[in-house]
């Protein structure tokens, strides 16, 4: 089954909105949004969140959170962090490290919602492992080209999401976040 495919199983939740797989940074993988909202931005804020909500959890000696959700007046928006390593800042050799985000508009599909969530993150999460070190795919990180790239592409992504959290846009975002 292809990626897609396993992320439009959650389109089958009365009252779905919209879906996102997002690195541990917040960058969207892979969307669905059926509905005019804008998904990359609130990925982006809603992966702070949950970032925020995992910092906090381990402060207060829980331990790692992996579910967040906001009631709000207009949706549920469901954020779940599939974490096979250890290092909470992104993924490891051989293990997944995704986000999904999950918005709907029926609060009565929060109890189907919260657990089909789970399975399709854990059905996503084989495409997303990060190779083994000394793998055939693994890439090598020691040559400088890779280090300025990837410090290019950080650059790029911080401008990018600045642009996306302007003040205005992420009212009217929130404000038209659903009909």
Not at 2 to 13: A, D, F, H, N, P
Not at 61 to 89: Q, V, W, Y
Not at 101 to 121: C, Q, R, T, W, Y
Request: net charge negative; charged share 25%; proline share 4%.
């Amino acid at each position: 089954m292809k990626l897609q495919e396993k992320l439009s199983r959650l389109t089958e939740i009365d009252g779905f909105a919209g879906a996102a797989v997002l690195t541990p940074d917040g960058r969207v993988l892979l969307k669905c949004e059926p509905t005019d909202i804008n998904i990359e931005l609130i990925s982006a804020l809603a992966n702070n969140v949950l970032r925020t909500a995992e910092k906090a959890s381990r402060d207060m000696g829980f331990g790692r959170s992996h579910f967040i959700f906001m009631h709000t007046d207009k949706a549920l928006i469901l954020n779940r962090c599939l974490n096979e390593g250890k290092n909470p800042l992104g993924p490891e050799p051989g293990k997944c490290h995704i986000h999904l985000l999950l918005i709907i508009d029926n609060p009565d599909s929060f109890g189907i919602a919260k657990i089909e969530i789970g399975h399709v993150i854990q059905a996503l999460a084989e495409h997303f492992r990060s190779p083994e070190v000394g793998s055939a795919t693994s890439s090598h990180h020691n040559d400088d080209t890779h280090d300025t790239t990837e410090s290019e592409s950080t650059k790029k992504s911080k401008k990018e999401l600045h642009e996306l959290l302007d003040e205005k846009k992420v009212g009217n975002a929130f404000d038209n976040l659903l009909p």
